[in-house]
Structure formats: C-alpha cells, structure tokens
C-alpha cells in the first residue's frame, strides 16, 4: 500500500504554526514511507474564504520546503456536486433519508445554541430519544415524490452511533438551503477521491473523527488510519490562536523578520515531537530519516513568549536554532 496523506487547510487567513507543523508532519511522514504528499484547500466557506490566504498557504509551504506536493492541488468548492451525489446516493441505497421540517423549525442561525441545550435537557431528561424525526420512516417512494415537487429537505445519515441515542441526532449530511454539503461530508468524498490512507491532524478535529468514519462505512469504503495532534498551547496553557495572540502564531511573520527556513523548520519539527534523543539540531535529511509518528509527544506543546517583552515576542528556542 502506498501511503497518501493529505495537509487541508482553510484559506480564512494566514497560516497558523499549528497548521504549518501539521503540514511538516504529514510531509515528512509521506518522505519517511515513501508515499505521496497531497494538497486540499477547504474553501467551502465562500464568505470567509479569500485568494490571499490561499496565496499565504501555498507561500508559507513554499518557504519551509515543503511545496513540492505530488499532484495538482485540490480546491474542495470545486467537489461541491460530488458531495451532494454521494448522500443522494446513500437515500436511494437506505442508509440516510430526507428530513423535511421546515427549515424556520430547525433554528439552522442558532445551531449550536440548539445543541448545547438539547444536551442539557438529555441530561435532565432520562429516555429522550433526540433521533425520534418524524421523517426517519418516511417510504423512500413518497421522500423521492416530495423532494422531486421540490418541497425544501436536509439530508441525514442513518446508523448506530457509539453514544447513546438519546445523546445525538442523525448527522446531517447535506443542509436544507441549495442541499449545502456540511464539512464532514464533504471531506470524506474528497479524501475517498484522493485515495487518502493516513490522516494526520490535531486533536481539536476528535470530535468529527467518529463521525467522519460513520459516512465512510455507509460509503462501503475502507475508513484510513487516522492521527491526532497533541495542541500547541501559550505560555498561560490556553490555545495558541490567531484571534488571540496575533502575528506570533503566523507563519509569514517568521518568513518576514528574517528567519532561515531550515532554522525554523527544525524548531517546529520538535514542537510535540522527538527524534528518540537529546540531539535537536537536525538537515532535512535527517528530519525524514528519524521521523515517526510514535515520536509525537501525547502531552500538548508549549510555544513561549512573552507579549510584554521585545526579546522574548516569540519563542527562545526558535530564535535560538535562528542563532539570534
């Protein structure tokens, strides 16, 4: 088996340094195996979407050498009618169905809002059952015969989950509004279509991991290996992000002040992860020879710096390995 692994960024912005280190693990994982290292824009918010990020993506992997991705470049807003045909496909084959409350009914402006009190009322409430739709035995003929007269529906996945039924309704596939494909539909399809057999990503997407491998088994395709970062957090253990803590968690910033790629590379190579030894200078070379993905630390990193002191705006260690 030849292994492909895919780096699927958002282009909503510049990249951050978690992105980029996820990016230089999937990169050196696919040098290490000899397999093939595959580009995805996820550009389906089209609001938030812009060509400078995507400019910045592709720049930024330019710059830490490692854009020498091995097939064109794949743009996910392009795959949007893929998307929709696979869970049509799943309608016709039994495993998802049409929901067709109102979309007024369905509070789609306050969805998260929705869940979160859905959870507290499982929580209050023994025996509530949140997959009892009324739709959810609807005869496939009549669905066929309502969603052909156009009347507006969403589509959900039927299955088992791992949880309780009462704690989850059935995933939504595809939203009511134009049958808007959501995220985990849509990187499915396209990890299916890119033949993708690692995911190596942070541990913020464990939550769509179960089920993401739900669409793939409804699919009848085999689910990948998949490989959750541990998070790289500030000095005060929140979450390094960009809203937050600003340029320091952008990678252009280190390209603009000067740093040496290879110096940088190296740093971000080590956050989270070791080569097995206290050795922490190391070439490209060398990088993928000792690379592994048992070497990636469980514990999260800790990216230093200190806001209130020009000496130290980012991390000692990175200014270090760029011999400042």
């Given at each position: 088996?030849?292994?492909?692994?895919?780096?699927?960024?958002?282009?909503?912005?510049?990249?951050?340094?978690?992105?980029?280190?996820?990016?230089?693990?999937?990169?050196?994982?696919?040098?290490?195996?000899?397999?093939?290292?595959l580009?995805?824009?996820?550009?389906?918010?089209?609001?938030?979407?812009?060509?400078?990020?995507?400019?910045?993506?592709?720049?930024?992997?330019?710059?830490?050498?490692?854009?020498?991705?091995?097939?064109?470049?794949?743009?996910?807003?392009?795959?949007?009618?893929?998307?929709?045909?696979?869970?049509l496909?799943?309608?016709?084959?039994?495993?998802?169905?049409?929901?067709?409350?109102?979309?007024?009914?369905?509070?789609?402006?306050?969805?998260?809002?929705?869940?979160?009190?859905?959870?507290?009322?499982?929580?209050?409430?023994?025996?509530?059952?949140?997959?009892?739709?009324?739709?959810?035995?609807l005869?496939?003929?009549?669905?066929?015969?309502?969603?052909a007269?156009?009347?507006?529906?969403?589509?959900?996945?039927?299955?088992?989950?791992?949880?309780?039924?009462?704690?989850?309704?059935?995933?939504?596939?595809?939203?009511?509004?134009?049958?808007?494909?959501?995220?985990?539909?849509?990187?499915?399809?396209?990890?299916?279509?890119?033949?993708?057999?690692?995911v190596?990503?942070?541990?913020?997407?464990?939550?769509?991991?179960?089920?993401?491998?739900?669409?793939?088994?409804?699919?009848?395709?085999?689910?990948?290996?998949?490989?959750?970062?541990?998070?790289?957090?500030?000095?005060?253990?929140?979450?390094?992000?960009?809203?937050?803590?600003g340029?320091?968690?952008?990678?252009?910033?280190?390209?603009?002040?000067?740093?040496?790629?290879?110096?940088?590379r190296?740093?971000?190579a080590?956050?989270?992860?070791?080569?097995?030894?206290?050795?922490?200078?190391?070439?490209?070379?060398?990088?993928?020879?000792?690379?592994?993905?048992?070497?990636i630390?469980?514990?999260?990193?800790?990216?230093n710096?200190?806001?209130?002191?020009?000496?130290?705006?980012?991390?000692?260690?990175?200014?270090?390995?760029?011999a400042?």
């Amino acid at each position: 088996m030849t292994v492909r692994v895919r780096f699927a960024p958002s282009p909503t912005g510049y990249l951050h340094l978690g992105a980029a280190r996820a990016a230089l693990f999937n990169w050196l994982f696919a040098r290490k195996c000899g397999g093939k290292f595959l580009l995805r824009i996820e550009d389906t918010d089209l609001q938030r979407s812009t060509d400078e990020s995507t400019r910045s993506i592709l720049e930024g992997l330019e710059w830490l050498g490692i854009g020498d991705y091995d097939e064109e470049v794949v743009f996910q807003s392009r795959n949007a009618d893929k998307h929709r045909a696979a869970a049509l496909r799943l309608i016709e084959e039994g495993k998802a169905y049409r929901d067709f409350t109102p979309k007024e009914d369905r509070a789609d402006a306050n969805v998260k809002r929705e869940i979160a009190e859905r959870a507290r009322t499982a929580a209050a409430v023994e025996g509530v059952d949140h997959r009892s739709n009324p739709y959810r035995d609807l005869p496939l003929e009549e669905s066929n015969r309502r969603g052909a007269a156009g009347e507006p529906f969403a589509v959900r996945l039927y299955g088992e989950q791992v949880r309780a039924y009462s704690e989850i309704e059935d995933l939504v596939l595809l939203r009511s509004s134009e049958l808007s494909p959501l995220y985990n539909l849509s990187v499915v399809v396209d990890d299916i279509e890119m033949a993708v057999t690692h995911v190596i990503r942070g541990q913020d997407h464990l939550t769509n991991t179960h089920k993401q491998v739900l669409i793939y088994q409804a699919l009848g395709t085999p689910v990948p290996v998949f490989a959750h970062l541990p998070l790289i957090l500030a000095p005060n253990k929140a979450k390094l992000s960009k809203r937050k803590h600003g340029e320091v968690v952008s990678l252009t910033t280190y390209r603009d002040r000067g740093f040496i790629p290879a110096a940088f590379r190296n740093f971000l190579a080590l956050l989270g992860w070791s080569p097995g030894d206290d050795r922490e200078i190391m070439s490209l070379e060398e990088l993928i020879s000792r690379f592994s993905l048992e070497g990636i630390h469980r514990s999260n990193a800790v990216f230093n710096f200190n806001e209130r002191d020009a000496r130290q705006w980012t991390d000692q260690k990175a200014l270090w390995m760029n011999a400042e």
